[in-house]
């Protein structure tokens, strides 16, 4: 079945930049894209970006742009979220989730999700 | 920025029906997609294209739309329903995507 597996949890000092990885199982890796979303403790989910790994675009949320590179590898079906310059407020769980296909009109959904992936910033 | 308004909280007994309402500018021309989120669990998505349920989702759970406005019925909540519920949509470009604030749903 389709199922998304994150790497595991990650504590980095204020300044430093994180990279959490989600490799996909179950499906064709290129035609679907892939969304990041993040949850802070105690509160609600927000949306990052997404990227379509056939050809690799890309599209930030603005707050997160110039911090954030979402990458990917096709001969391994995962995909990386990299964020940069991390700050106290960053500290939260990162989830991959996978989007619509490609080949499909307009926006569209998260599903499933993976696991989850704890980042913690703290000096 | 697009924002999608629900309200923190709901209460049911169970064997009752809770709604939980979606409010946004866009959503007239962007479908909504709900998700039911435990603690310590990632999100599962409930409702897809405003109304559509996905396979192995109870038949309790079903959406709605009018206007600006979407809604979230669980028709007979059981106290396995106690959860986060977010819903989500696009903004009017289609090129952003937003969550709800989130609605705490209690069984009593």
């Known amino acids: 079945q389709v199922q998304l597996v994150q790497s595991g949890a990650e504590v980095k000092k204020p300044g430093a930049s994180v990279k959490v990885s989600c490799k996909a199982f179950?499906?064709?890796?290129?035609?679907?894209?892939m969304h990041w979303v993040r949850q802070a403790p105690g509160q609600g989910l927000e949306w990052m970006g997404i990227?379509?790994?056939?050809?690799?675009?890309?599209n930030y949320a603005q707050k997160f742009q110039g911090r954030v590179t979402m990458t990917w590898d096709t001969s391994t079906s995962t995909v990386y979220m990299a964020l940069s310059s991390l700050r106290s407020e960053d500290t939260a769980v990162y989830y991959c989730?996978?989007?619509?296909?490609?080949?499909?009109?307009?926006?569209?959904?998260?599903?499933?999700w993976g696991q989850g992936t704890l980042v913690t910033v703290s000096s | 920025s697009y924002e999608l308004t629900q309200p923190p909280s709901v209460s049911v007994s169970p064997g009752q029906t809770a709604r939980i309402t979606c409010s946004g500018d866009?959503?007239?021309?962007?479908?909504a997609y709900w998700y039911q989120q435990k603690p310590g669990q990632a999100p599962v998505m409930v409702i897809y294209?405003?109304?559509e349920r996905p396979s192995g989702i109870p038949e309790r759970f079903s959406g709605s739309s009018s206007g600006t406005t979407v809604t979230l019925t669980i028709s007979g909540v059981q106290a396995e329903d106690e959860a986060d519920y977010y819903c989500?949509?696009?903004?009017?470009?289609?090129?952003?995507?937003?969550f709800g604030t989130g609605t705490k749903v209690t069984v009593l």
């Open positions: 989730a996978r989007g619509q296909r490609v080949a499909a009109a307009g926006p569209g959904w998260f599903a499933p």
């Open positions: 179950g499906y064709t890796f290129t035609s679907y894209y």
């Open positions: 990227i379509n790994p056939s050809g690799g675009s890309t």
């Open positions: 866009a959503l007239p021309n962007q479908y």
């Open positions: 294209k405003d109304s």
């Open positions: 989500q949509s696009a903004d009017s470009s289609g090129t952003r995507y937003v």
